[in-house]
């Protein structure tokens, strides 16, 4: 299961006795159905289980009353190839991150391979090979748009044309790069927009030796779509000049994992008073010198739930549906004809909270009791997270 291509049929999957059905849509974060029917990987029916076509399914699941939501987007991660990464000498770490929820990531640099290459032709040769060689091979299934590339002084607005028509749709964090002035990245960044190609700005102190500082002005002149880290990777800028950058500008704030705790809240706390909740997405920053955490998404759900006081129903969907939308991925919300991408869980056994979302918003991370990919079955009980208190069951299998 861990080496799982694109290839590979779901057929029909019927999901029934969904007790609590998670949207990723924070105009409507909670649906009323309790059936989710799935045709060859892409979402055919939601709703009551009488109102859906559930006959004959090739696979019947009973989600015994437990949570349904869209699979967990990582907005922020560095691969390098395959499972591995050599940052913390670990290999095996997306198909873990699976097991935590995650079913989609989105590469902001492959920055970590050994010897990475900072000549214009090299950069873009390494963001082509990344973005083939994770589209060929998906860790546990799980879907890594790699291809990143960290721009550097000299490029031209040619070079963005030709990475877009080799199929590269991102830019890794600007500022990793030779290009750390505003007026420079700005240039670039608007060159990658106009070619269709989406960009990433590291925000706060140096990473690890090596990297910079990109301060607030900077991250404002650049103008990337999204405020990348904006609570630091790990140093943050003021609590101040964060909530400044989320007021000044209009693009997506990313709150990472491995960032600054409190200015994480802040963050997320500003969004809601400026009635922008729509701009926050979740990312972890990892692999990164904190290591790699597999739950790292659904810890920081739980951080700004229970100690940023937000309901946890609108936390699930900064990580899904706000994430699919601004990235613009068929994924992250659970409707009609978006892949079947999709985290089943439970609050964990033992948990002080009564049900999933009590549990979350007293601060405990919930038991994934099973991930589907494109309608697939990746992973039954998570072998990371602590046991759900119920977990779904495949009841025929073809
Ligand atoms: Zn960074």
């Known amino acids: 299961m861990a080496d799982v291509a694109s290839g590979g049929k779901s057929g029909k999957v019927v999901i ?45 699941i009973d989600a015994r009353g437990g949570c349904l939501a869209p699979g967990l987007i990582d907005s922020h991660v560095h691969p390098v190839f395959g499972d591995w990464t050599p940052r913390q000498g670990q290999i095996g770490w997306i198909d873990s991150s699976m097991h935590g929820g995650v079913t ?10 050994p010897g990475r290459p900072k000549d214009i032709v090299g950069l873009k040769a390494l963001a082509i090979t ?10 546990g299934g799980v879907k890594v748009l790699a291809g990143a590339p960290i721009i550097e002084r000299g490029m ?21 790069g030779s ?35 990109i301060d607030k002005d900077v991250v404002l002149e650049a103008d990337a779509d999204v405020i990348g880290h904006i609570n630091g990777g790990h140093t943050s800028l003021s609590e101040a000049h964060v909530c400044e950058l989320c007021e000044k500008s209009s693009r997506a704030i990313e709150i990472v994992h491995n960032g600054n705790e409190r200015v994480a809240i802040a963050a997320a706390q500003a969004a809601l008073q400026l009635k922008c909740p729509h701009r926050v997405i979740l990312g972890t920053d990892s692999p990164a010198g904190s290591g790699v955490q597999p739950l790292g998404l659904l810890r920081l759900i739980a951080l700004l739930s229970s100690l940023g006081r937000i309901p946890a129903e609108l936390v699930f969907c900064f990580a899904t549906g706000n994430t699919a939308r601004l990235r613009k991925l068929n994924c992250g919300l659970v409707e009609v004809g978006r892949d079947a991408d999709f985290v089943f869980m439970d609050r964990a056994q033992h948990s002080a909270g009564r049900t999933l979302l009590e549990s979350v918003e007293l601060g405990d991370i919930p038991g994934v009791g099973m991930v589907m990919i494109d309608g697939l079955v990746r992973c039954g009980r998570s072998r990371n997270t602590p046991p759900a208190h119920e977990i779904p069951q495949v009841m025929n299998d073809h």
């Open 179 to 213: 290009v750390k002035a505003g007026y420079e990245a700005k240039e670039m960044v608007a060159w990658a927009r106009k070619h269709g190609i989406q960009s990433t700005i590291h925000t706060g102190g140096p990473s690890i030796p090596g990297s910079g500082l």
């Open 16 to 60: 029934r006795n969904i007790g609590l059905l998670l949207s990723g849509d924070l105009d409507q974060p909670i649906l009323e159905a309790d059936t989710v029917v799935v045709v060859d990987g892409i979402i055919t029916a939601v709703g009551r289980e009488k109102d859906c076509d559930t006959a004959e399914p090739a696979t019947l």
């Open 104 to 113: 989609t990531m989105i590469s902001a640099g492959e920055v970590h391979l």
């Open 156 to 176: 031209v607005e040619s070079d963005f044309a030709e990475l877009a028509a080799a199929g590269v749709t991102l830019l890794g964090e600007v500022g990793l």
């Open 130 to 139: 990344a973005q083939r060689a994770f589209d060929n091979f998906r860790p």
